[in-house]
């Protein structure tokens, strides 16, 4: 008895585990293409790097630019 009840709960823990598991493949997202002037030279990259990341509180960032770099 003790035998029985180990196998199912054996069973039911492990079939759990494996239906949890996901088989979709992962959402990518495109990033959209560099603004040649801001990654022609290192200077330029950082330039843009602090003109996204720089500003007033609650000014709204450019993620998009920043993500392109």
């Given at each position: ?31 959209k293409e560099a ?20 500003g007033d509180a ?10 392109s770099l």
């Amino acid at each position: 008895m003790k035998t029985l009840t180990l196998g199912s709960l054996f069973l039911l823990v492990f079939s759990s585990t494996t239906m949890a598991q996901s088989t979709t493949p992962p959402s990518t997202t495109q990033v959209k293409e560099a603004n040649p002037a801001d990654v022609a030279s290192i200077d330029s990259i950082m330039k843009a790097v602090y003109d996204v990341i720089s500003g007033d509180a609650g000014q709204k960032r450019d993620w998009d630019r920043f993500r392109s770099l």
